[in-house]
């Protein structure tokens, strides 16, 4: 029987990342996988095929809408070849899970594939391709999240959907339905629609993405509506049947007026849900909750004190990048070491365009706490860089304390918003001041000038150019 210091139970961005920070601290570690490749959700069927079809769609509507302003013209309008655009994004994930591969042999982790399941604490059954029972003194599970559904929905995988489907269609839908005002549904929802397809956005609150903050959805709202996306806000789905290719929505607007969508496929991205099937946790003494999240402690340690969780399947934010901070946290306290995350700066982002990026808190929160702040806020229009790449939608905001000017929150929704945001990190890591931020020098011209400005803005009114 083979003998570990660390198993890693699951291949996402936490399991590879835990599993290299552990062996790079000199742990004997193995990395268990159920799927013929690595790299989990994100890297096979979420945040990584999702962005190349962003980008490609992004590209054709460019060409379509754009490029003539620029002085590039065609003989003729430009055409989605839709295989191609599909066969890149397959490419993309291929290369990405290969490039997880060589770090693990670069690296020395042994790579077991099967389903792990636990036997007890300190052993694990692999069943599948590398069929064994390993021994390890300490596991990681980081077996991450599938889509959540709602209980009346059946999804049959070929027009009621999930995200998984929706990045491998072999056609544009005419109409494309969309359960959920989140960050699945208006990425997916803005590609299919750049592309031509009708998009209906059921959302059953009154705005969407309505974790984040209220400004940022109104904008990102305003702006998808101008891009021909439809949306029905306060929306409750009742039913969904497929007739043939047809799939009918019913649902209950606020006035409890019955409303009925019909489109040729329905996109059902209502969440996620943590997945621990087949884990046999119980078995291993590791505790569940309600809500099928792991629980653990301070330290991410369940209450099997050798088997730590990160992820999806753990409690917070589903984001690859949290569950890569997770993966180092515990590698390094198994190593002795003293760690630490601050959830409260963990971004978040929305990969439509303009792209939206938030971290910190949102006023919302801050005035339900209490907490008496001022805001900056600076349009992108106002900037030169944006009105060059005619990206000139979107802005961003800047809440700070307001006595000790400490930045609480920065909310932005624009071009490279998505890369923008590690600056309001940094400063908040280091918490600064929005007069700190406001007295460094930005390169001009550039999207980040916007930074700069909306602390301007949040120091006495100070703004430049707005």
């Known amino acids: 029987m083979k003998k570990y210091d660390v198993a890693v139970i699951g291949s996402g961005p936490g399991g590879y ?66 295989k191609q655009m599909i066969d890149r994004k397959a490419a993309v994930v291929e290369q990405t899970t290969k490039g997880i591969d ?12 099967g389903l792990g399941s636990f036997e007890d604490a300190t052993h694990i059954k692999i069943v599948g391709e590398d069929a064994q029972t390993i021994e390890a003194k300490n596991s990681i599970i980081a077996t991450g999240s599938k889509p959540a559904t709602l209980p009346f929905i059946t999804i049959d995988k070929e027009r009621v959907i ?13 109409h494309l339905i969309v359960i959920g005002g989140g960050v699945i549904g208006l990425e997916l929802g803005q590609v299919y629609r750049r592309l031509g397809a009708e998009v209906s956005v059921i959302e059953y609150a009154d705005c969407i993405t309505p ?23 306060s929306h409750g789905v ?9 799939v009918q929505v019913t649902t209950t607007d606020k006035k409890e007026a019955a409303v009925t969508f019909k489109g040729d496929y329905c996109l059902v991205s209502v969440g996620r849900r943590p997945y621990t099937e087949g884990l046999n946790a119980q078995a291993a003494g590791v505790q569940i909750n309600e809500r099928g999240q792991i629980v653990v402690n301070d330290h991410l340690q369940t209450s099997a004190t050798n088997i730590y969780a990160i992820g999806d399947v753990v409690q917070g934010a589903m984001l690859a990048h949290k569950a890569e901070e997770e993966g180092v946290v515990v590698a390094e306290f198994l190593a002795g070491q003293k760690p630490h995350i601050n959830y409260n700066l963990i971004p978040n982002v929305i990969y439509t365009w303009p ?93 980040a000038e916007a930074v700069k400005e909306a602390a301007l803005a949040a120091t006495d009114n100070r703004s430049i150019h707005s």
């Open 355 to 447: 792209e939206v990026a938030a971290v910190g808190k949102t006023e919302e929160e801050l005035k339900a706490q209490g907490i008496n702040y001022k805001s900056g806020q600076f349009p992108m229009r106002a900037l030169g860089r944006a009105r060059a790449s005619m990206d000139v939608d979107g802005f961003v905001k800047i809440l700070a304390d307001a006595k000790t000017d400490e930045v609480l929150g920065v909310h932005m929704i624009g071009a490279r918003a998505a890369d923008l945001i590690a600056e309001a990190v940094t400063a908040m890591e280091f918490r600064a001041s929005a007069e700190d931020i406001a007295r460094m020098s930005h390169s001009h011209p550039t999207y």
């Open 162 to 174: 999930t995200s998984t489907e929706a990045l491998k269609l072999k056609e544009i839908p005419k």
């Open 238 to 246: 009742n039913k969904v049947e497929r007739k043939g290719d047809t």
């Open 102 to 113: 060589y770090l693990m042999g670069k690296n020395k982790i042994d790579v077991l594939h």
């Open 17 to 82: 990342v835990a599993a290299i920070r552990c062996a790079q601290l000199g742990m004997k570690t193995a990395l268990i996988e159920k799927y013929n490749t690595l790299g989990g959700t994100c890297l096979n069927v979420g945040c990584i095929p999702s962005k190349s079809l962003l980008d490609s769609s992004h590209h054709f509507e460019s060409a379509e809408k754009h490029f003539s302003e620029h002085g590039i013209e065609f003989e003729g309008a430009p055409k989605v070849n839709f």
């Open 211 to 233: 974790v984040m903050d209220a400004g940022l959805s109104r904008e990102l709202m305003k702006v998808m509506k101008k891009q021909g996306v439809k949306f029905y806000l």
